[in-house]
Nanobody, 116 residues
């Protein structure tokens, strides 16, 4: 399985970006989400969405970021608004399946840089 992430870039504080992630096959039994890793920090969950549309957000993303999923395209998106310099990180797309067989896949990462 390949996860192709795109949409990162350089934006000023207060600006917006939209990340996209497309899977190479059906992800209907997977939870898909976005993680990020800032320099010197651990990778953390930003937001996730189940195939049924149940979403979860990390506290700092709540109210500013919106995750969505297009099951027909096996894709997820992350709309990021009111970006802050502390949002600067490499953002990774993830797909995980907790049922047997357990599977976990990562995309290649896309860099988001927010300037102050």
């Amino acid at each position: 399985v390949q996860l192709q992430a795109s949409g990162g870039g350089l934006v000023q504080a207060g600006g917006s970006l939209r990340l996209s992630c497309v899977a190479s096959r059906s992800m209907s039994s997977f939870v898909m989400g976005w993680y990020r890793q800032a320099p010197g920090k651990q990778r953390e969950l930003v937001a996730s969405v189940t195939s049924g549309g149940i979403v979860r957000y990390e506290d700092s993303a709540e109210g500013r970021f919106t995750i969505s999923r297009h099951n027909g395209k096996d894709a997820i998106y992350l709309e990021m608004n009111n970006l802050k310099p502390e949002d600067t990180a490499v953002y990774y797309c993830n797909a995980r399946r907790s049922m047997t067989p357990v599977q976990n896949y990562w995309g290649q990462g896309t860099l988001v840089t927010v300037s102050s």
